[in-house]
């Protein structure tokens, strides 16, 4: 048996704990708990492991490591009794709670968990800190480090939402058929905002890997709704791309300027197929829509043969359905390929998106192309002086694509 | 089985469009039609709403001595109008009333759980 060093059982502590967490949680009812357990388990199996190497099911190991640390901290504590009377009323499947069969897959409460974790009545700060940090394994500092900001902060961040789950009884449990649209939204929301965040943070880009991960279970454990299913595609249609959007130099690569050949060919295929049973179901949604734009994006090997009335068709369609001027910027984008960069800017200047930085990147870009180099500058400078990412600035600063 | 707060809360010198009589009527008619919901559901423990802020009293002690002042919280600028005191399984169950209550009463409505005597 291959020996185990630290580095090993924290990726199983990444793959694992989320499971480990919802399962004890659904046992004890209780978040700080299961959490504190959990992480008492890793530390058991961090020697254990190195010392015995991999146990078969290393999920069900910790899941059955930590109900027994969980329970005998009950035991010592006096209000412990009583919910531990409670528990044993609960598991009626083992005649002593806490010892369900290791080799066996633990039942899978990860979707309860998400759909706590995102109640929408914690704000969207909160959702997303406590799914990272509960369903992603991430610790405490690894979460502030991800939104920047200072760990006693996360913190303080963490522990009231805990509370407030506990005190106003957020319930544990997936919505209802009726309620699952409004539900879900913020589900989605959370996990495709863990990606957005990964692309723009150079201090956590495991975010993009964690955040696919996420679509992943959600698409596992509700096959049977569309947006899921979009939203996964989406992500990995967009981290196909992700390598090539940066060029050798640390600067930003545009789509008509990125090799294909860089491009993922796996995660192109995956997200393509997944986008075609979407399209066979046809009840389309944002996510839906979003990633079929980027499989007719990802079907082009230049810009020039990229299907741009498709893509047009497809812009129309997300706006119907996601009226926003974003939406409305990027169709305008689209058009623009057609019928050329006047059509485009008269579009653009439409849209009041003043805060918006691509805006401004893209209405230089128009104006360039137009020959109004004045105005053109004085919107890259603009773009520039919002842009999240140093390589994006950079290349706004030099002109945007009239330096290539 | 958890308590809720459900309050509604009146900025102190917001102008309000006087009811006409059938206005008040239907107004009287909704929350009249929620409360019996809410009695038969086994949710119901308290309600009413108050008069203006400006009927209140406020008792404080300040060295050993009761002292009484006419009004409510002076630096306070937002007053509880109203309220019910409910039971429900979990929030779920006491934001579906909330929604109900603002739909009946046309006015944001915050939801707040009791603490346990148990978790003092």
């Not at chain 1, 919505?175 to 699952?180: A, M, N, S, V």
């Not at chain 2, 038969?40 to 009413?48: E, N």
């Not at chain 2, 929030?91 to 939801?111: M, Y």
């Amino acid at each position: 048996m291959p020996r185990l060093d630290e580095a090993a059982v924290g990726q199983v502590f990444r793959e694992e704990s989320g499971r480990s967490i919802a399962a004890l949680v659904r046992a004890f009812g209780d978040i700080d708990l299961a959490e504190d357990a959990v992480q008492e388990a890793f530390a058991i199996a961090l020697r254990a492991w190195a010392r015995d190497g991999l146990p078969p099911n290393p999920g069900g190991w910790i899941t059955t490591t930590a109900r027994n640390r969980a329970i005998d901290r009950l035991r010592r504590e006096a209000r412990g009794q009583e919910l531990l009377s409670a528990v044993a009323v609960l598991t009626p499947e083992s005649d002593e709670p806490g010892l369900p069969d290791e080799t066996r897959p633990v039942q899978d409460d990860r979707l309860c968990l998400i759909f706590t974790c995102c109640h929408p009545a914690l704000s969207i700060e909160a959702q997303i800190a406590l799914t990272l940090r509960l369903l992603g394994g991430l610790s405490t500092k690894e979460v502030a480090r991800s939104f920047l900001v200072t760990e006693p902060t996360m913190a303080t961040r963490l522990a009231r939402a805990k509370r407030k789950i506990k005190a106003a009884r957020i319930p544990y449990r997936v919505p209802e058929e009726h309620e699952l649209p409004d539900r879900l939204r913020p589900v989605l929301a959370v996990v495709y905002l863990i990606y957005t965040a990964g692309q723009t943070s150079q201090a956590e880009p495991g975010l993009c890997a964690e955040a696919i991960r996420l679509a992943r279970i959600l698409a596992t454990l509700m096959p049977d709704e569309p947006e899921v299913a979009g939203l996964l595609a989406l992500l990995l249609l967009t981290e196909s791309r992700r390598a090539s959007r940066i060029r050798p130099d640390g600067t930003l690569a545009l789509l008509g300027e990125q090799d294909p050949k860089r491009w993922d060919r796996a995660l192109i295929d995956e997200g393509q197929s997944i986008v075609r049973r979407c399209l066979r179901r046809n009840q389309p949604g944002p996510y839906q829509l979003q990633a079929a734009i980027n499989a007719v994006h990802a079907d082009a090997a230049t810009l020039e043969q990229t299907d741009w009335s498709q893509i047009v068709a497809l812009y129309d369609q997300l706006l119907a359905v996601a009226p926003t001027p974003v939406v409305a910027l990027n169709r305008a984008i689209a058009i623009g390929e057609i019928q050329g960069p006047a059509a485009a800017l008269a579009l653009v200047n439409e849209l009041d998106l003043d805060n918006y930085q691509p805006f401004h990147a893209t209405r230089a870009d128009l104006l360039q192309r137009l020959g109004q180099t004045s105005e053109a500058a004085a919107a890259y400078e603009r773009a520039a002086s919002m842009a999240p990412t140093d390589a994006e600035r950079d290349f706004l600063r030099l002109g945007g694509r009239a330096s290539r | 089985m958890t308590q809720y707060l459900l309050s509604v809360h009146s900025v102190e010198g917001e102008a309000r469009d006087p009811m006409s009589k059938e206005e008040m009527r239907q107004f009287m008619e909704r929350v009249g039609v929620l409360e019996e919901e809410m009695k038969s559901a086994g949710a119901w423990l308290f309600g009413g709403a108050l008069h203006e802020a400006d009927t209140a009293t406020v008792v404080r002690v300040s060295d050993g001595e009761v002292l009484t002042t006419d009004g409510p919280f002076a630096e306070a600028k937002e007053h509880l109008g109203g309220f019910y005191i409910i039971e429900a399984n979990d929030l779920d169950a006491a934001l579906a009333w909330a929604s109900k209550t603002t739909a009946a009463v046309s006015k944001p409505i915050e939801v707040r759980p009791f603490r346990h005597v148990s978790e003092a």
